[in-house]
């Protein structure tokens, strides 16, 4: 199973004197358990890329197949791709709008016609490192880490295949971003498939997702985390990223092939 992203161009108010091209000729093929990493800097069309994998929004040109139905397809019901393809939006705890954890975990699903049982709802808090204590709390009386845990808790609750991460630690301390990297970890080895917008690739250095990086609207890298970063310093800069001092490191240890733990020895 995948998705499937064919010549996709997008133009926003086409034909209009509004009009905004904000992607170009995007091939790009997800397979079922792969985790990727969406790159490109503010405008490049990452937002717009997400919205076409789960039918938010659907191609006049080109195709985006997932597990097989297309989003243009009229025959399709979109919901059958949305259900299975969730969004955690950027700080997603903006959207709350119910008095309990418990009906904003349950309004998606709700939305969806899925009904969860107890052991599932348990299950899923488990997951994202909440008690069930947590599900008569009001959302807003929640710190900024439990809040996205809960906003990550409404999506697994309609338990999608496909989860996109849209800047899932921006906002949050160190703590915080380190529980949701837990939790990513987790349903990575849950067997999701997940992709992640995010500027902290430092923080994604263990992961070793796939890279996917856009730039001026069109593809300008696609393949290994680790053959990104061997690109090196120049190169990257070109595609507006800049090493930090670890990802350095991690690139010296790539070229000498040798391991981290390796190059700290000397
Ligand atoms: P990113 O998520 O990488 O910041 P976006 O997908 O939001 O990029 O934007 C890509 C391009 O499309 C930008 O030039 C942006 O101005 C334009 N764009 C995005 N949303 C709209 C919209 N609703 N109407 C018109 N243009 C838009």
Redesign the pocket.
């Known amino acids: 199973m995948s998705i499937e992203i064919r010549d996709l161009n997008y133009t926003?108010?086409e034909g209009t004197p509004?009009e905004?091209?904000?992607?170009k000729n995007i091939n790009w093929k997800i397979i079922e358990g792969e985790m990727w990493l969406l790159l490109?800097?503010?405008?490049?069309?990452?937002?717009?890329?997400i919205q076409n994998i789960n039918g938010l929004l659907i191609p006049k040109n080109g195709e985006v197949i997932v597990d097989g139905l297309k989003t243009s397809d009229k025959n399709v019901n979109i919901k059958d791709i949305r259900k299975n393809v969730g969004i955690v939006f950027q700080y997603p705890e903006n959207q709350f709008f119910l008095p309990t954890v418990l009906e904003e975990i349950l309004y998606a699903p709700k939305n969806f016609g899925i009904e969860i049982s107890k052991n599932e709802l348990l299950e899923i808090l488990k997951i994202v490192g909440l008690t069930p204590e947590f599900l008569t709390r009001n959302p807003f009386s929640l710190s900024g880490g439990e809040m996205r845990r809960v906003a990550i808790a409404s999506v697994l609750a309609y338990n999608p295949k496909y989860i996109v991460f849209d800047e899932p630690t921006v906002g949050l301390d160190y703590n915080g971003r380190k529980k949701i990297w837990q939790i990513i970890e987790n349903l990575r080895k849950a067997g999701k498939t997940i992709i992640i917008v995010t500027h902290w690739i430092d923080d994604l250095i263990s992961f070793k997702p796939k890279v996917l990086h856009?730039q001026n609207?069109e593809i300008s890298f696609k393949g290994e985390f680790n053959d990104f970063i061997m690109l090196g310093e120049e190169e990257l800069k070109k595609r507006s990223i800049s090493l930090s001092e670890k990802l350095k490191l991690y690139y010296c240890s790539l070229k000498n092939n040798i391991t981290l733990e390796k190059l700290f020895q000397y």
């Open positions: 926003y108010a509004f905004s091209i904000a992607l490109g800097k503010t405008g490049s069309g990452k937002t717009t890329l856009i609207r």
